[in-house]
C-alpha cells in the first residue's frame, strides 16, 4: 500500500512538473524572441523540449519522431509568429497564450475529432508563416509545402488502420505542394490589420482538408452517406466559392 501511495505521490508530482513546464515554454519563446534576432535560440529551444523523444531506447526513436512532428510543426511556427509580431506587443502575448492552450489543452487530447484538430491547426499556422517569407527559393517553398502536408496528413491517417500510411500522406503532400507552387507564383493575401497577414493557401487548404479529413472518417466507419458526401462537397465548394470570390486578386506580394 505504501508503494504504491508512493507511486500515485511521484506521478502526481510529474504532471505538476510537467504541466508546469509547458506553461513555461511559451513564456520563455516570447522571451527569446523579444531578446534576440532571429529568434534562433527559441527555435532551438523548441527542439529541444523534445527531448523526451529519445527518452526511450533507440529503436522507438523514430516511432517518437514521426507522432511528434506535428507539435514541433505548431512550435516552430509559433517562433515565427511571434517574430512577425515583433513590432506588436499584445499580439505577441496573444499568440503567447495561444501556444498555451495548444500545449496544455489541445495536444494532449487523443481522440479522432482532436486530432484533426490538431492537424488542422499545424496545417494552417504553418503554411502562413511559411509563405511569409515569400522571398525564399521557390523550391525551398515547396519542400516545406511537401513537408506539412505530409506530416499534418499522417498524424490524422496514422489514427486509423490504414494499409497505405505511406502513400496517402505523401499524396496529401503532393496536393500542398502543387497549390503551393501556383500560390508561390500568384500569392494573394488577406490583410486583416495586423502585422500577420493571410495567405489564400492557407484558407483553402483548411477547407479541403476539412472535407477530406471528413469523409475519410465517415468512410473508415462506415457511416459515409450519399447524403453525407453531397453535403460535404456542397459545403466545401460553397466556402472556396466565397475564398475566391471575395480574395483580392489585384494585391499580390
Keep these: ?15 505538476v512538473i510537467y504541466i508546469g513546464l509547458n506553461a513555461l515554454l511559451p513564456l520563455a519563446l516570447l522571451a527569446l524572441v523579444r531578446l534576440f534576432d532571429p529568434p534562433y535560440l527559441a527555435v532551438v529551444l523548441v527542439l529541444l523540449s523534445k527531448w523526451r523523444i529519445f527518452a526511450l531506447r533507440p529503436r522507438f526513436w523514430w516511432a517518437n519522431i514521426k507522432a511528434n512532428l506535428v507539435d514541433v510543426l505548431v ?5 515565427g509568429l511571434l517574430y512577425l509580431a515583433s513590432n506588436t506587443l499584445w499580439l505577441q502575448i496573444a499568440i503567447t497564450l495561444l501556444y498555451g492552450v495548444w500545449l496544455l489543452v489541445i495536444k494532449p487530447k487523443s481522440g479522432a475529432h482532436a486530432i484533426m484538430l490538431q492537424a488542422g491547426i499545424a496545417e494552417f499556422v504553418s503554411i502562413t508563416v511559411l509563405f511569409h517569407f515569400y ?3 521557390e523550391i525551398i517553398v515547396l519542400i516545406g509545402c511537401w513537408l506539412i502536408g505530409y506530416m499534418c496528413a499522417r498524424h490524422v491517417i496514422s489514427n486509423y488502420e490504414e494499409p497505405y500510411i ?3 500522406p505523401a499524396l496529401w503532400g503532393l496536393f500542398v ?12 493575401v488577406y490583410n486583416v490589420g495586423l502585422p500577420i497577414i ?14 477530406t479529413a471528413r469523409m475519410y472518417h465517415a468512410n473508415k466507419h462506415q457511416r459515409m452517406t450519399p447524403q453525407m458526401l453531397r453535403g460535404t462537397v456542397i459545403f466545401g465548394a460553397a466556402l472556396l466559392t466565397v475564398i475566391l470570390v471575395f480574395s483580392p486578386w489585384d494585391a499580390t506580394i
Excluded at 489564400?200 to 476539412?210: D, E
Design 135 to 137: 522571398r525564399l527559393p
Design 198 to 211: 493571410l495567405p489564400q493557401i492557407a484558407l483553402i487548404l483548411l477547407v479541403v482538408g476539412f472535407c
Design 177 to 188: 505542394t502543387q497549390l503551393g507552387w501556383l500560390c508561390y507564383r500568384w500569392t494573394n
Design 166 to 168: 505511406e502513400l496517402l
Design 75 to 79: 512550435g516552430l511556427s509559433t517562433v
Design 1 to 15: 500500500m505504501e508503494l504504491l501511495r508512493a507511486k500515485a505521490t511521484r506521478t502526481r508530482v510529474s504532471e
